[in-house]
């Protein structure tokens, strides 16, 4: 089964994202003068953490709507990974010659770590762009 049929739809997703009380955690003790907010999405099949760091005079609750925006983009694709994730998944995928997955947003920085993994590995990089998502495809040179 793949990461993407393995994840649940996006409503049920969109509905994980409403915090309990259990899961809140708030640290008052702090040696930055800004604050910070991590959220976590958890799947059967994956983990993702979504974080935005404030800096003086930013409000908390512009911060937590910064992580909030990204965790929902990432939820409502339906894609597999998000996008930091998508950025790390590519080298693993590359040393063990190929395969495929979907990811919400492609990055500048994704694209630039799928040019150096080709530079050191035999194998080819490629974005396709669908209507929700897009999908990285790594293929062993032949």
Avoid: W
Avoid at 7 to 26: D, E, G, K, Q
Avoid at 58 to 70: F, G, K
């Amino acid at each position: 089964m793949s990461m993407q049929t393995a994840l649940s739809s996006p409503a049920a997703r969109l509905a994980a994202m409403r915090p309990t009380p259990s899961a809140l955690r708030v640290a008052t003790m702090s040696a930055s003068p800004g604050n910070a907010v991590l959220l976590t999405v958890e799947s059967e099949t994956v983990t993702e953490v979504f974080s935005a760091i404030g800096e003086r005079g930013v409000r908390a609750e512009a911060v937590a709507r910064e992580a909030a925006l990204e965790a929902r983009r990432y939820l409502a694709s339906g894609a597999a990974v998000g996008e930091h994730l998508g950025d790390q998944v590519m080298l693993p995928m590359a040393l063990a010659g190929g395969g495929s997955y979907t990811l919400d947003h492609v990055s500048h920085h994704a694209i630039t770590n799928a040019e150096v993994i080709t530079h050191f590995l035999p194998v080819t990089i490629s974005f396709e762009q669908g209507e929700r998502f897009n999908t990285c495809h790594v293929r062993a040179k032949i």
